[in-house]
C-alpha cells in the first residue's frame, strides 16, 4: 500500500526545487558571461578547494592515536635561614667534562691587604739645587726630563759676589807664591795659606769646583759666570727659574733625582693600622705591566693619618736599574700581614651575585648544596675561601656559574 505524501509538503518542495533549478541557472548564466580566464580561474580554485576537503577526509580516516608516556623528573629544592640551598636531581648525572669536583684541603696562605698606591722618585737619591749666592740667571743647561751625568752643567748664574770671592782668592794666592820665594817669612807664610784655603772654601761653597779653582789658579782670569754643576747621574725633575731671572741667596733652582731609585707609595686605610709595621712584605703589580711582579719590604710607615684620605702612608724601595718604570705610575700592592689557613680554588669555582659569594659542594651522587663563603682573591687566578667549606668536601672547581643557573631556574 502506498502512502502519499502530504500534499501542502509536495507543494513546497516542488517550489524549492525550482529556487535550486532557478539559482543553478543564475550562476550558470553568470558563470558562462564572465571572460575565459575568470573562468578558468574559478575551476582552479574548485579544484584546490576539493584537493584540500579530500585530504582532510582522508587525514581524519587515518589518524593513528598513540599513547605517549612522558616521565616527570622530581626535583627537589630546599633553602634554610643560613641562606644554604640544597638541590635533589634524581637520575641526572653531571658531564665530567663540564662539571669537575675536587677535594677540598687546608693549606697555608698568606693573608693580605690591599694598598692602592703610584711610584715617585726616591727623595733621598735626589738633591736639589739652590742658589748658594745672590744673581742672576745667565743660561740654563737642562730643562724638565733631561738627563745630565755628575758634573754637567745645569745653570749658569751671575753674581758679583761670586766675582768677589774669586779676586780674593787670586789675592791670596799671589801672596802665598810671593811668601813662599822668602824663608824668613814662614810664619807670614803660614797664615797667608790658612787664608787661601778660606778663600778656596768659599768658592765650593757657592758651587766652584775643585777643577774650577785649579783652572782660576793656572789662568789667574776670574770667570764671569758661575756655572751650577750637577752632583749627581740622573734627570732633571723640577725646575723653579727661567733665563734672565734674579735670584736671592738660598732660592731653589732645579731638582735633579735618579730615576733608577724609584720608591712606592701607597696608602693603608685606617682601620688596617694595626696590622701595619715595617719590615712586612709586599707584592706590587703596575697597570703598566700586567704580567710583572715586583717583591719590596715596606721601609716606612708614616706616624700620622693624613687628614683628607683617612690613611696611612708607607713606602718601599724598588730598584729600577733596566729603566721601565716611570715615576706616577698607578700600582696595585698587596701587603702580607700574616698568613692563615683557606681552601684554594680556581676562579671557575666561584659565583659572585652582588655582595655574596657562592661556592658548590655535593652531598650526594645526584645531591648539590650551594653555600655562601668568604674569602679573598689570593693571585688574580684563585680564590682562598676561609669560611664556609669545610676540609675532604667535594667542591665544584670547574662549571660552578652553569650550575648556579640550574639552582636559579629552580629557586
Same mark, same amino acid.
Not at 776670574?222 to 723653579?240: D, E
Given at each position: 500500500?502506498?502512502?502519499?505524501?502530504?500534499?501542502?509538503?509536495?507543494?513546497?518542495?516542488?517550489?524549492?526545487?525550482? $529556487? &535550486?533549478?532557478?539559482?543553478?541557472?543564475?550562476?550558470?548564466?553568470? %558563470?558562462?558571461?564572465?571572460?575565459?580566464?575568470?573562468? %578558468?580561474?574559478?575551476?582552479?580554485? $574548485?579544484? +584546490?578547494?576539493?584537493?584540500? &576537503?579530500?585530504?582532510? !577526509?582522508?587525514?581524519? $580516516?587515518?589518524?593513528?592515536?598513540?599513547?605517549?608516556?612522558?616521565?616527570?623528573?622530581?626535583? @627537589?629544592?630546599?633553602?634554610?635561614?643560613?641562606?644554604?640551598?640544597?638541590?635533589?636531581?634524581?637520575?641526572?648525572?653531571?658531564? *665530567?667534562?663540564? %662539571?669537575?669536583? @675536587? /677535594?677540598?684541603?687546608?693549606?697555608?696562605? *698568606?693573608?693580605?691587604?690591599? &694598598?692602592?698606591?703610584?711610584?715617585?722618585?726616591?727623595? @733621598?737619591?735626589?738633591?736639589?739645587?739652590? +742658589?748658594?749666592?745672590?744673581?742672576?740667571?745667565?743660561?740654563?743647561?737642562?730643562?724638565?726630563?733631561?738627563s745630565i751625568d755628575v758634573g754637567s752643567p745645569v745653570i749658569e748664574l751671575y753674581s758679583p759676589e761670586f766675582n768677589s770671592a774669586q779676586q780674593e782668592f787670586l789675592l791670596t794666592h799671589q801672596t802665598v807664591k810671593i811668601l813662599s820665594q822668602n824663608s824668613s817669612l814662614t810664619n807670614l807664610l803660614a797664615d797667608a795659606k790658612i787664608t787661601q784655603d778660606a778663600a778656596a772654601n768659599r768658592l765650593r761653597n757657592l758651587g766652584f769646583a775643585d777643577s774650577d779653582i785649579l783652572s782660576l789658579e793656572r789662568s789667574g782670569k776670574t770667570s764671569p759666570n758661575l756655572l751650577m754643576r750637577s752632583p749627581l747621574k740622573g734627570v732633571v725633575v723640577k725646575r723653579n727659574v727661567e733665563p734672565g731671572a734674579i735670584v736671592g741667596s738660598g732660592e731653589p733652582l732645579v731638582f735633579l733625582a735618579d730615576p733608577k731609585a724609584l720608591w712606592f707609595t701607597g696608602n693603608v686605610f685606617e682601620q688596617d693600622a694595626r696590622l701595619i709595621e715595617r719590615g712586612q712584605r709586599m707584592r706590587i703589580h703596575l697597570e703598566a705591566y700586567p704580567d710583572r711582579e715586583i717583591i719590596v719590604q715596606v721601609n716606612y710607615v708614616s706616624p700620622t693619618v693624613d687628614a683628607q684620605s683617612r690613611g696611612i702612608m708607607i713606602?718601599?724601595? !724598588?730598584?729600577?736599574?733596566?729603566?721601565?718604570?716611570?715615576?706616577?705610575?698607578? +700600582?696595585?700592592? /698587596?701587603?702580607? !700581614?700574616?698568613?692563615?689557613?683557606?681552601?684554594? &680554588?680556581?676562579?671557575?669555582?666561584?659565583?659572585?651575585?652582588?655582595?655574596?659569594?657562592?661556592?658548590?659542594?655535593?652531598?650526594?651522587?645526584?645531591? %648539590?648544596?650551594? !653555600?655562601?663563603?668568604?674569602?679573598?682573591?689570593?693571585?688574580?687566578?684563585?680564590? +682562598?675561601?676561609?669560611?664556609?667549606?669545610?676540609?675532604?668536601?667535594?667542591? $665544584?672547581?670547574?662549571?660552578?656559574?652553569?650550575?648556579?643557573?640550574?639552582?636559579?631556574?629552580? @629557586?
Amino acid at each position: 500500500m502506498k502512502k502519499h505524501l502530504n500534499p501542502k509538503l509536495t507543494e513546497h518542495i516542488k517550489t524549492f526545487v525550482k $529556487l &535550486v533549478q532557478h539559482k543553478l541557472g543564475a550562476v550558470s548564466k553568470a %558563470y558562462w558571461e564572465l571572460s575565459p580566464e575568470k573562468r %578558468y580561474r574559478i575551476r582552479l580554485a $574548485l579544484f +584546490a578547494f576539493g584537493i584540500l &576537503v579530500l585530504g582532510f !577526509i582522508a587525514g581524519r $580516516l587515518t589518524t593513528v592515536h598513540r599513547i605517549i608516556k612522558t616521565e616527570q623528573q622530581e626535583k @627537589e629544592i630546599v633553602v634554610d635561614r643560613s641562606g644554604i640551598i640544597s638541590l635533589s636531581m634524581p637520575g641526572i648525572n653531571l658531564n *665530567p667534562e663540564i %662539571y669537575r669536583f @675536587e /677535594k677540598a684541603t687546608l693549606q697555608k696562605v *698568606p693573608e693580605e691587604i690591599k &694598598v692602592p698606591g703610584r711610584l715617585v722618585f726616591n727623595a @733621598e737619591k735626589g738633591k736639589l739645587l739652590s +742658589a748658594r749666592v745672590s744673581g742672576r740667571v745667565e743660561r740654563i743647561f737642562s730643562f724638565e726630563g733631561a738627563s745630565i751625568d755628575v758634573g754637567s752643567p745645569v745653570i749658569e748664574l751671575y753674581s758679583p759676589e761670586f766675582n768677589s770671592a774669586q779676586q780674593e782668592f787670586l789675592l791670596t794666592h799671589q801672596t802665598v807664591k810671593i811668601l813662599s820665594q822668602n824663608s824668613s817669612l814662614t810664619n807670614l807664610l803660614a797664615d797667608a795659606k790658612i787664608t787661601q784655603d778660606a778663600a778656596a772654601n768659599r768658592l765650593r761653597n757657592l758651587g766652584f769646583a775643585d777643577s774650577d779653582i785649579l783652572s782660576l789658579e793656572r789662568s789667574g782670569k776670574t770667570s764671569p759666570n758661575l756655572l751650577m754643576r750637577s752632583p749627581l747621574k740622573g734627570v732633571v725633575v723640577k725646575r723653579n727659574v727661567e733665563p734672565g731671572a734674579i735670584v736671592g741667596s738660598g732660592e731653589p733652582l732645579v731638582f735633579l733625582a735618579d730615576p733608577k731609585a724609584l720608591w712606592f707609595t701607597g696608602n693603608v686605610f685606617e682601620q688596617d693600622a694595626r696590622l701595619i709595621e715595617r719590615g712586612q712584605r709586599m707584592r706590587i703589580h703596575l697597570e703598566a705591566y700586567p704580567d710583572r711582579e715586583i717583591i719590596v719590604q715596606v721601609n716606612y710607615v708614616s706616624p700620622t693619618v693624613d687628614a683628607q684620605s683617612r690613611g696611612i702612608m708607607i713606602r718601599a724601595d !724598588i730598584n729600577n736599574t733596566d729603566g721601565s718604570l716611570r715615576p706616577d705610575m698607578f +700600582a696595585n700592592a /698587596k701587603l702580607q !700581614i700574616g698568613t692563615t689557613q683557606a681552601i684554594v &680554588v680556581p676562579q671557575t669555582a666561584i659565583v659572585r651575585d652582588k655582595e655574596a659569594i657562592y661556592a658548590f659542594v655535593r652531598t650526594g651522587p645526584e645531591n %648539590y648544596r650551594r !653555600i655562601i663563603v668568604k674569602g679573598f682573591d689570593f693571585d688574580g687566578k684563585r680564590f +682562598a675561601i676561609t669560611d664556609g667549606i669545610e676540609p675532604n668536601t667535594e667542591i $665544584l672547581v670547574k662549571g660552578a656559574v652553569l650550575l648556579n643557573e640550574r639552582f636559579t631556574k629552580q @629557586e
